[in-house]
């Protein structure tokens, strides 16, 4: 802990994504016990809210998971035999749009909607009524994505290309109710992202000018403004792919005079956004565990802010580097590999910021700064081979083939999941009142952390030597390096079981041992979540705090 800090008065609260706050005056917190069923089912408290999507978002995780099992035990020999081709199609079908639409995107929203109001000091979310009804909107979704399989689930994989996903290819019912539930999964984004967007322009406490919100607030601002520009693109796009398999429109059928690229293009403008979706959160969230560990004031607020606002511009600029195999002219190629090049300058000083916090800093080895780091190493790789999936040549090559699955996981997983399971440790102490076991903690990130490279690291060889993505099974050659992935999601496993099972552990346990400033967290660094109790009160203050 850095000592010499000079304290503000008692009553004030100096503010930013690097600031001094002192508590806050006013009757001393008593924490409240949620109970009961009905409250849970009623409720429109923005942290009750907020852990129904953390618990949607675990259970799609253990189902998604579970497909990913399925997938790799079929790829474990080049003739697993354990399913059909259309079984396995079925599987990495709902597996990538589990993890992406019901995992991911709730996960962050879940962290979202319990913090950004706290971090803001706001007692709730501007529409609270709206932000049930934006969870709620999850249930059926999901529910019928699982129903899908009773019905011929999707086989077209996640991006649902037609005409794959028509109704000549795709003639069962299981590939509408995929429709059905990505458009739940949408509008309960929306709405979502239209509340953030209220409550931080409306509800920050007095005197957080937009420059002194923390950077979680300002990553799930930026976030949310993609969701609402993006989401209604990608509405359109499958809603014209029902109605061609329902109503016989032909939007996407070139045999009546659609254009199935049409389809590429307007699901690309909102998935290839749907990335930054997925990481601008989690580098929100990360900016916050490394500045606490570390004991440092994070480096570069200011520019943070702008290169995030800038990835997501960029973002919506380079959907078309996606579609470089599916026939474009040479110059538009040009234009979608020079903004896909760029967009590693703000992601660049993102990762030199993060660096430069914790250089010199007396750093806590905390199971949740363990995954921080792990993520910046992991995320860094991804983005290297982002920047070679940019270079034409190159991706024409590898086009949907393992390199892709490699790339995308090691930004995925090795982003989006490490800095969630890092935000889990670093916030489950304050939701709770409970720590999770470290010792436990630091065994599940080597298990994680080994396994994941053991699993998406041989891809990029695979993919290079020419195995395509999507295949039930593959050339002899192959086989060592597909038991080397397959061994490494085993370890994954055994790490995501003792995860779960400590969550159920401490969860039960009655005594709570977590104070206000749960990871005793220097004047320099704090935010306003450290001003509560653990868990905070319904109010989160019992008055509002005042920035200065």
């Known amino acids: 802990m850095s000592i010499g800090t000079p304290q503000p008065e008692k009553g004030t609260l100096v503010g930013a994504g690097q600031s001094v706050y002192t508590p806050t005056e006013g009757p001393p917190h008593h924490t409240t016990e949620y109970a009961g069923v009905w409250r849970w089912l009623t409720t429109v408290d923005h942290k009750l809210i907020g852990i129904m999507y953390l618990w949607l978002a675990l259970f799609a995780a253990v189902a998604g998971g579970a497909m990913a099992g399925g997938i790799r035990a079929q790829l474990a020999f080049p003739d697993g035999g354990l399913m059909s081709p259309e079984v396995f199609n079925q599987l990495t079908a709902m597996h990538a749009s589990f993890m992406i639409f019901f995992t991911i995107i709730p996960a962050f929203a879940g962290f979202g909607n319990y913090f950004v109001p706290i971090l803001i000091g706001a007692r709730d979310m501007a529409f609270p009524k709206m932000n049930a009804f934006a969870f709620w909107l999850l249930i059926p979704g999901i529910v019928i994505m699982l129903a899908s399989f009773a019905f011929g689930a999707s086989q077209a994989g996640w991006t649902a290309y037609p005409p794959l996903s028509g109704p000549q290819y795709s003639p069962f019912a299981g590939m509408d109710m995929w429709i059905f539930g990505v458009h739940l999964a949408g509008a309960s984004s929306i709405l979502g992202a239209i509340n953030f967007i209220v409550t931080m322009t409306t509800m920050r406490a007095p005197g957080m000018k937009w ?316 935010t306003l979540d450290w001003e509560t109790t653990s868990p905070p009160v319904p109010h989160n203050f019992d008055r509002i705090p005042r920035v200065t």
């Open 211 to 526: 420059f002194k919100m923390p950077l979680f607030c300002w990553a799930t601002l930026v976030t949310s403004w993609m969701v609402l520009v993006g989401t209604p693109v990608l509405a359109g796009a499958i809603t014209m792919l029902l109605t061609d398999r329902l109503m016989g429109t032909s939007f996407f059928n070139p045999a009546q005079g659609g254009d199935p690229l049409l389809y590429q293009h307007l699901f690309w403008f909102y998935s290839h956004p749907a990335v930054y979706i997925m990481i601008l959160p989690g580098f929100g969230m990360v900016s916050h565990i490394l500045a606490s560990h570390a004991n440092k004031r994070i480096f570069g607020y200011k520019g943070m802010v702008y290169a995030t606002a800038f990835i997501a511009v960029v973002g919506f600029l380079v959907w078309g580097h996606h579609m470089f195999s599916a026939g474009m002219e040479p110059w538009l190629r040009v234009y979608f590999s020079f903004m896909s090049m760029l967009v590693a300058v703000p992601t660049g000083i993102k990762v030199f910021s993060w660096l430069a916090t914790i250089w010199g800093g007396s750093i806590q080895f905390t199971t949740s700064m363990m995954f921080a780091l792990g993520f910046l190493g992991l995320f860094t790789i991804g983005g290297i081979s982002g920047v070679f999936l940019a270079n034409v040549p190159f991706d024409i090559q590898v086009h949907d083939t393992y390199f892709v699955v490699a790339h995308l996981h090691y930004v995925l997983f090795g982003g989006s999941a490490f800095t969630l399971l890092a935000g889990t440790y670093y916030w489950f102490p304050k939701m709770t009142g409970r720590y999770l076991s470290e010792s436990l903690g630091k065994t599940i990130f080597w298990l994680i952390f080994i396994g994941m490279n053991l699993t998406f690291m041989p891809m990029h060889w695979l993919g290079i030597a020419g195995m395509a993505r999507r295949v039930y099974t593959y050339r002899e050659e192959f086989t060592a390096l597909n038991q080397f992935v397959s061994a490494g999601y085993l370890l994954m496993l055994v790490g995501g079981l003792l995860l779960v099972g400590n969550i159920f552990y401490t969860l039960a346990a009655k005594r709570r041992t977590a104070g206000p400033d749960v990871w005793g967290v220097n004047q320099t660094q704090r």
